[in-house]
């Protein structure tokens, strides 16, 4: 499961730098402390019909490009089906997106109460989710472009806290495969989203400001307070 994340602009900056993507006046996207789905994040893609990279704003809720309407999108997709389940088949082959990424937010419940935990690299650089993309047009003409990230099993540090964990792409290498066109076996992708190695990562109990999906500014990487931190050892 990933529901809500965090990109930071200087993140931004490096994973486009590192793949070459250039931008229109520089103009980065902002940093973002607190996106959750229906917003339009930042992705790299393969420009449809052209031979570069972009970087575009998609609709984070996958709508499959046959679906009658646009009423049930697919925030996540989880890897073990993409090849199977029509919703993603067809954007697996063809249609891989990388998400930039600084951390990403889960939950863990006690009781009734739901406690925010921010996880990250060890070394706090930025990394990828694996995302997949469509193009739906509703009946009116309208076009809406849309993407969803790419889950697998939890490792260790993510266990304790949740069942499914974003897959994560850390460097050139595995952004390079991911996006690549002329890879389109599944068996050569599948090898990427296996869970993250669990030393390379960390998680940090944060503040409950975060809850709040108005809320989205650097506020949210607050650690929680002593109080908060009861019960909340991994």
Not at 146 to 158: Q, R
């Amino acid at each position: 499961m990933c529901c809500r994340y965090v990109i930071l602009q200087e993140h931004t900056k490096s994973v486009l730098a590192q793949l070459g993507v250039l931008l229109e006046n520089d103009a980065l996207p902002a940093s973002r402390y607190n996106l959750s789905p229906g917003a339009g994040i930042p992705v790299v893609r393969n420009q449809p019909d052209a031979n570069h990279r972009e970087l575009a704003y998609l609709h984070w809720g996958l709508v499959p490009s046959w679906a009658r309407d646009a009423d049930n999108p697919s925030v996540n997709a989880r890897a073990e089906s993409l090849a199977e389940k029509p919703s993603f088949r067809d954007a697996f082959r063809a249609r891989r997106c990388l998400i930039p990424a600084s951390g990403f937010y889960e939950w863990a419940v006690h009781g009734h109460t739901r406690k925010p935990w921010l996880f990250r690299l060890r070394d706090e650089s930025p990394f990828a989710l694996a995302g997949l993309w469509e193009t739906w047009r509703s009946p009116d003409g309208d076009v809406l472009e849309s993407c969803a990230v790419v889950t697998t099993a939890p490792n260790t540090v993510m266990q304790p806290v949740h069942h499914r964990m974003p897959a994560m792409l850390n460097g050139l290498a595995a952004w390079e495969a991911w996006l690549d066109p002329h890879v389109p076996d599944t068996a050569t992708l599948g090898i990427l989203l296996q869970p993250f190695p669990s030393d390379a990562m960390t998680a940090l109990a944060v503040s409950p400001h975060v809850n709040n999906v108005r809320h989205d500014g650097p506020s949210c990487l607050s650690p929680a307070t002593e109080e908060a931190q009861l019960g909340l050892d991994l």
